[in-house]
């Protein structure tokens, strides 16, 4: 079991809600939907599905439609963060219910700032009810809001309001001035804004207990003016007053800094309450600034000084109780990446520091790999923190570190590497530091991730990349994830002529220098893989000249059985599609084929695919194009050469299903096709019985082959093998009770 433990219940239903909307709703005219029935939801549950549907990525203006039934799904805690919601469909939605909380930060749409407060104040529970607001991200559009009664609908209507979240927004001084009219206003978040002034804030200096005004580049009082303002708050426990360390200009941030020295070396009377301050990014601080600071201040728990240069100061080492954010070790650095997740400047520098102190990591850290992910999560589209978040993942799961994580875990970090190529396909270290986590047969064979995305993702890199270390990543990572695919997948796959061309021009490159390496067997065995029961990627494998070249593949590698065994395992393949057989009627290749089937040097696995193609063009005599000599000469080889082969112990062939051997067990077939077909089942069937058993008893061949054991024609070798393919089958069924599916093996 998962060491996360299982999904909860009530989360795995949620989930299948949303999967089954479609079913479940019914559509309106104006195209939302609606729930054709629903029972009284838990009012908890609303808020989760909702939450739900905004993580799945599926909430929109049809969608949200569900929430306008009040009675049944009562909404009071509502996130449409990061989601597509017009004004309309929000006003219609979620203006009805009586919210505590909305958090509709980033939301795309065209919905406002202006839309959000004038539809909640339209509904007089809301002016009192909601608490929480949250609008990070958006465009206010603070001069479109209309006067109510002569007065101005803003802020100040939502009177029960004890968190306002407006960074990242066009929120101005006058709009700070409505908002400070507030009269429960506890935590108010004005980052990234075009304020200039605070003074606004002395209307709230009785509730105001968070402040946080990180990077505001347009604040222009002096150091004396801010700190008369923050010394007047008098509830303010929690101080943010951070700022972008990658600023351009150094004197952008000077008031600021200065204000922080004055404020660090000021007297312990200045903010009495204070318990958390964050200065990060704030430069020209000293160590004993610091020092003097926090040993004034017994009940400081929390203070920020990543990309301060201070962090490592000798006062902080002795304060067991005090977290801190910095670069001095493990713990200040994940306590920036979890603090910092909504800034994009901290995240980048823990994140840079995280790397450097897990370059050399030899035991697991599940935490820190969480950390990371959430980073790549919260700043999709950010190229500096996927490059650096992208290493740390693999620094955090090379070598057996991901054994001893979660499978929950590394499956949404596997996503979160996909996506990072999927969004940055030109970025080369991206796309390396990515290839290099995929690169670890754990992850590629255990966890649970799309791996047809994956496949198609590697393959499209490898087309511009000829390193040749990352080559044969790349090549070893789509070999074992084609090997994954369901053969839905596959036959999607094999369509694509441009992944059969980039890994037949892998083979052709090393086949010219004649090289045997772990690329040259991947690539082949890919193109096994993607041949496997896909007619469509057998006839693509021979428009793009495939066939002349593993003929000289077939010749120049005589004496490489390995290579030889992938090579005959794809022209098996394409011998299995009865209109491509004319393809493989070359006198040339069939008499080398024959030589290798006859050849008691050659290892029985070699023996095993020169059989198979030949059982496949000789089986059909009114296809038969060249001398009916050659046929005659064959048929005769198959069988007696097959009945020297002794018995393989490794497991060499697997099949999707028993479909291909079908034509060869008919009664009617020559004794060294059929003997060829029983005792390649015979093989597979030995070597994983329950899988085998169940595949013929479902596809009817064990009918097949007690039809041709009862034949007075059937050879007596053919026979015996057959007899001895349903006795194991038999024994199973009695020893096992029924048939249990299990996972298809493929070719390696």
């Not at 007297?267 to 309450?273: G, Y």
């Not at 704030?282 to 400081?300: M, T």
């Not at 009627?585 to 290892?603: A, G, R, T």
């Amino acid at each position: 079991m998962d060491a996360e433990g299982p999904q909860a219940l009530c989360d795995l239903c949620l989930a299948q809600v949303c999967c089954s909307l479609d079913a479940l709703c019914s559509v309106r005219a104006d195209g939302s939907m609606s729930l054709i029935w629903a029972p009284l939801f838990p009012q908890e549950m609303a808020d989760q599905l909702l939450q739900k549907m905004t993580t799945k990525g599926i909430l929109n203006d049809t969608t949200v439609g569900i929430f306008r039934n009040c009675k049944e799904l009562r909404l009071r805690r509502a996130s449409i963060r990061s989601s597509p919601v017009s004004a309309e469909a929000f006003r219609l939605a979620l203006c009805p219910h009586r919210l505590l909380e909305l958090d509709a930060s980033w939301v795309s749409g065209g919905l406002t700032g202006a839309d959000i407060i004038s539809g909640l104040a339209s509904n007089p529970e809301c002016r009192l009810s909601l608490q929480r607001l949250s609008l990070s991200g958006l465009r206010l559009d603070w001069e479109s809001l209309e006067e109510d009664g002569g007065v101005r609908v803003g802020f100040s209507s939502l009177q029960g309001l004890r968190m306002l979240n407006v960074a990242n927004t066009d929120v101005n001084d006058a709009v700070l001035e409505d908002i400070c009219t507030l009269p429960h206003l506890e935590t108010l978040d004005i980052s990234c804004s075009a304020i200039s002034k605070l003074t606004a804030l002395l209307k709230c200096n009785s509730t105001l207990r968070f402040l946080i005004a990180h990077k505001l580049q347009q604040l222009d009082m002096s150091p004396a003016r801010l700190l008369f303002v923050f010394n007047q708050l008098h509830a303010l426990r929690h101080l943010d007053f951070s700022d972008d360390h990658f600023a351009v200009d150094d004197s952008d941030g000077r008031v600021g800094d200065e204000t922080v020295r004055q404020l660090l070396e000021g007297s312990p009377e200045v903010l009495p309450s204070l318990v958390s301050l964050d200065i990060s990014g704030r430069k020209r601080i000293s160590e004993a600034a610091i020092g003097a600071f926090v040993q004034s201040r017994s009940g400081l728990v929390f203070l920020g000084l990543l990309a301060t240069g201070v962090s490592s100061c000798d006062v902080l080492s002795s304060k067991k109780n005090l977290k801190i954010t910095g670069e001095a070790d493990e713990n200040q650095v994940c306590e920036a990446l979890r603090r910092y997740r909504d800034q994009e400047c901290f995240i980048r520098e823990a994140l840079v520091h995280l790397y450097n102190l897990t370059t050399d990591a030899d035991k697991p850290q599940p935490d820190m790999l969480k950390l990371v992910v959430s980073a790549m999560q919260s700043h999709p589209t950010s190229l500096h923190v996927h490059l650096v978040a992208t290493a740390c993942v693999f620094n955090l799961t090379t070598q057996d570190l991901a054994e001893a994580m979660s499978v929950s875990l590394l499956s949404s970090t596997i996503a979160q590497l996909l996506y990072a190529m999927k969004t940055f396909p030109n970025h080369h270290q991206v796309q390396k530091n990515c290839l290099l986590a995929l690169c670890s047969d754990y992850i590629l064979q255990d966890v649970p991730f799309d791996k047809y995305l994956a496949a198609t993702l590697v393959i499209n890199w490898l087309s511009s990349h000829e390193d040749p270390t990352l080559q044969r990543m790349a090549v070893a990572v789509i070999s074992i994830l084609v090997a994954k695919l369901s053969t839905e997948e596959t036959a999607q796959l094999s369509k694509d002529v441009f992944i059969m061309k980039q890994l037949l021009a892998i083979v052709q490159q090393k086949a010219m220098v004649g090289v045997v390496d772990s690329t040259l067997k991947f690539a082949l065995s890919a193109l096994w893989n993607l041949t496997d029961e896909m007619p469509a990627a057998a006839r693509n494998f021979i428009e793009c000249q495939g066939l002349e070249l593993y003929e000289e593949v077939l010749e120049s590698y005589y004496s490489e059985p390995s290579i030889q065994q992938k090579v005959l395992g794809l022209l098996n393949n394409i011998a299995e599609v009865e209109e491509l057989q004319a393809d493989l009627m070359e006198e040339d290749l069939l008499e080398h084929i024959l030589s290798l089937l006859q050849d008691s040097q050659v290892e029985v696995g070699v023996r095993y695919f020169a059989g198979g193609i030949l059982a496949h063009l000789s089986s059909r005599a009114e296809a038969w194009t060249l001398e009916g000599e050659l046929r005659t000469t064959i048929l005769e080889q198959l069988h007696d050469s097959i009945m020297t082969w002794t018995q393989l112990e490794r497991e060499m062939v697997s099949y999707r299903s028993f479909h291909p051997f079908c034509p060869l067990l008919q009664p009617c077939q020559p004794s060294g096709v059929q003997l060829w077909a029983v005792w390649a089942i015979h093989l597979v069937c030995s070597q994983n019985t329950s899988h085998y058993s169940s595949m013929l008893e479902m596809e009817g061949l064990t009918e097949l082959l007690k039809a041709l054991t009862a034949h007075p024609d059937t050879h007596s070798d053919v026979k015996g093998l057959s007899d001895r393919i349903l006795c194991m089958v038999e024994q199973y069924q009695s020893h096992s009770g029924a048939f249990k599916s299990q996972t298809e093996p493929r070719n390696s």
